[in-house]
Structures are given as C-alpha cells and as structure tokens.
C-alpha cells in the first residue's frame, strides 16, 4: 500500500492531492491571496488526519517545480523538501508545464498527430511554455517566449495545437485559427502529477534534497521601494 502527497502552487493555485495506489483520496483546492504560506501545510496536515493517516505512512512526495511563481514555487518546494527530509523519503520534482500538459490529456481527446502547448504566464506579453505530444514527451525544451501577433502561425500551419494554462487569456490572435484549441477552462491541480510521479517512480527518478531547484527560467528581481519625499 503506497501513498503518494502531491503539491501544486506554481501559480495562483493551491493545491494538495493524496493518491492510495493511484487512487485519489484527497483533494484541497484553493485561489486567493497569500493561499500558498497560510494553506498550504494546513492542508497537508488535515487530509493526512481525515484518511486516518501519520506523516510516516506517506510513501512519495511530488511537486510542481516551475516554470511558474517566484514565491509559490519557493513555498512548495521548500514545504516538499522538508518533509522529505524528515520522514526520508524520495522527492519528485516535476515540470509544471509538465503537470498542465497532463491535464490536457486527461480532459481531452488529443490526437496522435496533435501537439500540447503547456503556457504559464509570465506577466507582461511573456509566457512560459512547453510542448508535448499525446504521451506526454517533451519536443524541444521549457522556456520563455514573448507573444506577438506572429507567434505560434508557423506550428499552427502544420498540425493542430492544444494550448493551455494561464498564459492562454494572450493567444486572442489565435481565436480565427483552425488548427488552434485553446482551452481557457484548465486550470492547474496537484491531481495531474499523479502520472508523471508514476513515470519517475517507476525509473528511479528523484531529486537530490541539497542541490535540486525549482525551474524559473527568469532570476527573481525584487523592486526597489520608492521613497517619499
């Protein structure tokens, strides 16, 4: 009997899932300000508690580990990393384009020849994306793009893209396209690293508790505040 805790707060979102051999036994979901530092560890501790569970009866912790939010990415995998470094067990760090793309197959029918475009915003007209095929296999690598009205024209005129995530609300070039799915309602869940923890805890794939660090793509540039004169 395994238990594997899922953490997703690379966005806005906070989110708790617990899985009992793969089945879902536990979901906390929530969206609003400062969620991640007042929530997070509240929910890990209750859905623990409401399955009549100890800390030590959990197996595998994952974790969506960016691209995403500086400060909620810093929140989960620091949460992660301690109760993996407490109760020695493994981490999984998994991309959270990665997770989102997931989801996409999880909710859709995507065809063979179809592509997934995983996008997290990244303020501004910037996104963060990745895309995967129906297996979810990476094409290429997770980076930072700058949306223009050109932007995605040349894929699009070749196969049929999925795209998903908060970084969909800038695609409004795209809504004409024909080969564009724009899916505006998915929204990211610990629930979707259930497959891609599986993958990892099958090969033996876990991060190094010292030196693994979230994804940011970008480094964190803090404002400097504006004095009154």
């Given at each position: 009997?395994?238990?594997?805790?899922?953490?997703?707060?690379a966005?806005?979102?906070?989110?708790?899932?617990?899985?009992?051999?793969?089945?879902?036994?536990?979901?906390?979901?929530?969206q609003?300000?400062?969620?991640?530092?007042?929530?997070?560890?509240?929910?890990i501790?209750?859905?623990?508690?409401?399955?009549?569970?100890?800390?030590?009866?959990?197996?595998?912790?994952?974790?969506?580990?960016?691209?995403?939010?500086?400060?909620?990415?810093?929140?989960?995998?620091?949460?992660?990393?301690?109760?993996?470094?407490?109760?020695?067990?493994?981490?999984?760090?998994?991309?959270?384009?990665?997770?989102?793309?997931?989801?996409?197959?999880?909710?859709?029918?995507?065809?063979?020849?179809?592509?997934?475009?995983?996008m997290?915003?990244?303020?501004?007209?910037?996104?963060?994306?990745?895309?995967?095929?129906c297996?979810?296999?990476?094409?290429?690598?997770i980076?930072?793009?700058?949306?223009?009205?050109?932007?995605?024209?040349?894929?699009?005129?070749?196969?049929?893209?999925?795209?998903?995530?908060?970084?969909?609300v800038?695609?409004?070039?795209?809504?004409?396209?024909?080969?564009?799915?724009?899916?505006?309602?998915?929204?990211?869940s610990?629930?979707?690293?259930?497959?891609?923890?599986?993958?990892?805890?099958?090969?033996?794939?876990?991060?190094?508790l010292?030196?693994?660090?979230?994804l940011?793509?970008?480094?964190?540039?803090?404002?400097?505040?504006?004095?009154?004169?």
């Open positions: 009997m395994k238990h594997l805790l899922c953490i997703e707060t966005t806005t979102i906070c989110s708790v899932a617990l899985f009992k051999d793969n089945n879902l036994i536990g979901l906390e979901e929530c609003s300000e400062n969620a991640h530092s007042r929530l997070l560890t509240v929910y501790k209750s859905m623990i508690s409401e399955n009549s569970l100890k800390s030590e009866d959990i197996n595998y912790i994952a974790v969506s580990s960016g691209p995403g939010s500086y400060t909620g990415l810093r929140i989960g995998v620091s949460v992660a990393k301690g109760l993996c470094f407490g109760l020695s067990i493994p981490l999984i760090m998994i991309p959270t384009t990665e997770s989102l793309a997931n989801g996409c197959i999880k909710t859709n029918s995507i065809d063979s020849n179809s592509l997934i475009c995983a997290i915003d990244a303020r501004r007209m910037e996104v963060y994306h990745g895309f995967y095929d297996n979810l296999n990476l094409i290429g690598n980076e930072s793009h700058i949306i223009t009205e050109n932007s995605y024209l040349e894929l699009l005129a070749q196969k049929e893209v999925y795209f998903c995530g908060n970084g969909t800038k695609l409004q070039h795209l809504n004409e396209n024909s080969n564009a799915r724009i899916l505006n309602n998915l929204s990211l610990a629930k979707f690293l259930l497959e891609p923890a599986k993958t990892r805890i099958n090969n033996r794939i876990f991060a190094n010292a030196y693994d660090e979230p940011y793509l970008k480094e964190f540039l803090a404002k400097e505040a504006r004095k009154m004169l």
